[in-house]
Structures are given as structure tokens and as C-alpha cells.
């Protein structure tokens, strides 16, 4: 039986499908369009904020391991969905060259329907 929520459900995961394909392709105004700003990440205890766009991937580049060259989800878990937004419990992999596991993390992301629009709006990560 459908969940009332399936399409909800169904527009967060094509946001993460897209949000990591970006990461991965390098392609910075793809990644930011699956994004919301503001655009919020809580990690370290420090809540960090993008006002805009302007520095989101370079902040990316700048805090991952130097080898860094691919990313991958390991899984994501719907914890609970509405109409107009989506909690996921997520966890990933950072790669290097040779396929090398740079770290394994695990995050909280809220994905929201913005102005008709999927995105996500903030998350809170243990990676760096």
C-alpha cells in the first residue's frame, strides 16, 4: 500500500541522487541547485551558514582530505517524511585514488519543498 508520503520521499532521494553526482563531477552550480540557502550544517558543535551560494563547493574542497576524489552514499534511511520535507539518516564514504576510503560518516539531512522546489535546506554531519 502507498505511503501518503511516497512522493516526498521519492523527491529527497532524487535530491541526494543529484546532490552526489554534482560532488563527484565537480559541477558546482549542479551541487547548488540541490541545495537551499541559507543553507545550514551543524558539525564540530559549530553551526556553519552560506547566505548564498558564493563559496559552498570551495568550503567543501577546502575541509575534505587533500586525496579526496569521489563520494558515495552507503545508505539512506528515511526517518520520517511529510508533504514538504524529509528527514534522512545518511551515511557515506569519501574516497582517493584507487578507491581508498579517505572515512566513512554519518549525517542527519532535512531535505524541503521550498517555493515548489526539492532541496536540501540543512543538515548535521560528523564528517569534517
Excluded: C
Excluded at 545550514?40 to 570551495?58: H, I, K, M, S, V
Amino acid at each position: 500500500m502507498p505511503n501518503d508520503n511516497d512522493e516526498s520521499i521519492a523527491a529527497a532521494k532524487d535530491v541526494m541522487r543529484r546532490h552526489i553526482e554534482a560532488l563527484n563531477s565537480r559541477n558546482e552550480s549542479a551541487l547548488v541547485a540541490t541545495l537551499h540557502f541559507p543553507h545550514y550544517r551543524l558539525t564540530q558543535g559549530r553551526l556553519q551558514t552560506w547566505e548564498t551560494p558564493d563559496g559552498y563547493f570551495a568550503g567543501f574542497l577546502a575541509r575534505t582530505n587533500e586525496g579526496w576524489k569521489r563520494s558515495e552514499w552507503i545508505r539512506l534511511d528515511v526517518i520520517t517524511a511529510g508533504p514538504e520535507k524529509v528527514h534522512l539518516d545518511v551515511e557515506f564514504n569519501r574516497y582517493g585514488d584507487g578507491d581508498v576510503v579517505l572515512g566513512t560518516y554519518r549525517s542527519l539531512w532535512v531535505i524541503a519543498k521550498l517555493n515548489e522546489r526539492w532541496a536540501a535546506q540543512l543538515r548535521s554531519s560528523f564528517a569534517n
